[in-house]
């Protein structure tokens, strides 16, 4: 089962790591660097969990 999910954190080689983990378990992941572009895309998308 795969799910949405959006990685916001301000450390990009930790998003990368984690994304392409998740990436091979089939999940679509999106990335924010900081917390206002997090809050952006989470009002534009839908989610089924937010790692922060």
């Known amino acids: 089962m795969s799910g949405n999910i ?5 450390e990009k080689r930790m998003c ?3 994304k392409a983990a ?3 378990d089939q999940h679509h992941v999106e990335v ?3 917390g206002d572009a997090g809050v952006q895309k989470f009002q534009k ?7 922060t």
Do not use: Q
Not at 6 to 10: C, E
Not at 45 to 51: C, L, T
């Open 6 to 10: 959006l990685i916001i954190d301000n």
């Open 16 to 18: 990368g790591v984690l």
């Open 22 to 24: 998740l990436e091979l």
């Open 32 to 34: 924010a660097y900081d």
């Open 45 to 51: 998308g839908e989610f089924d969990i937010v790692i």
